[in-house]
């Protein structure tokens, strides 16, 4: 079984994708370990604000096959692929990291390079990665928030529900 973590992104009816997402991943991959849930402004383009989280599971599944099933999941949320790479998103799961691979695997650049790049990718997966190591670099998720310069991107906790428990409380 391979340990993946994914980033889940949505500015569109937020609350009720976030929850369709971690249900299907949780039914069809078991058990999931969830960060909190981030709520940040839109990065590239002017749009509401996106719910972001990053979501840890094991499955059996290569890379490419994960990848089209995600996609389907994303489709069944009404995600529009013709739109532009910054524009507005019913559903966005992306595979961050699959074990330890490094490059591209079935067309997937391993680990994701917004791990290192957005704030809103970055500390959700510190929180439930903190001593996980990246694969290129020679220091923790934790580490690498740590040293983050925070400035870059406001991003903040909101109050969320899912399965009847916190996951996540507006500080």
Known sequence: MAAVYVSIGTNIDRYTHVTAALNHLQAFFGPLDVSQVYESEAVGFDGDNFLNLVAKFETKLPVG???RWLKRLEDDYGRCRDSEKF????LDIDIL???DLLGEVDGIEL???EV???AFVLLPLSEIASDVQHPAYDRNYGQMWADYDKSKQKLWTVDFQWQDQWISRAQ
Request: aromatic content about 6%.
């Open 116 to 118: 290192t790049k957005n």
């Open 87 to 90: 524009s507005a998103r019913t």
């Open 65 to 67: 096959e994960l990848s």
């Open 97 to 99: 990291t699959y074990d």
């Open 111 to 113: 680990p994701r390079d």
